[in-house]
């Protein structure tokens, strides 16, 4: 899906026999850490991911290397 400039790329995968979509962080050929999202929630984190992009507060405009696993 993307790249960051330490090399982590995310995936997503689609689970429907759980009701789960899986975020998965790679780095290189290992996965080094998920997420298991229920699928009622996906449409909550469109949102959010589409509001980052679009919010003036400095928080989901910033470039994700400079905040560098930095929580808002």
């Known amino acids: 899906m993307g790249r960051d400039r330490a090399g ?8 429907p ?3 789960r979509v899986v975020l998965s962080v790679w780095q290189g050929s290992t996965c080094v850490a ?4 229920a699928s009622a929630d996906v449409p909550d984190l469109v ?3 589409t509001a ?4 003036g ?16």
Request: one cysteine or more; proline letters at 0%.
């Open 8 to 15: 982590r790329a995310l995936r997503v995968s689609s689970h």
């Open 52 to 55: 980052a992009l679009v919010d």
């Open 17 to 19: 026999e759980i009701d």
């Open 47 to 49: 949102r959010a991911l």
């Open 57 to 72: 507060d400095g928080c989901g405009a910033a470039d994700a290397e400079d905040v560098h696993d930095r929580a808002c």
């Open 34 to 37: 998920t997420f298991r999202l």
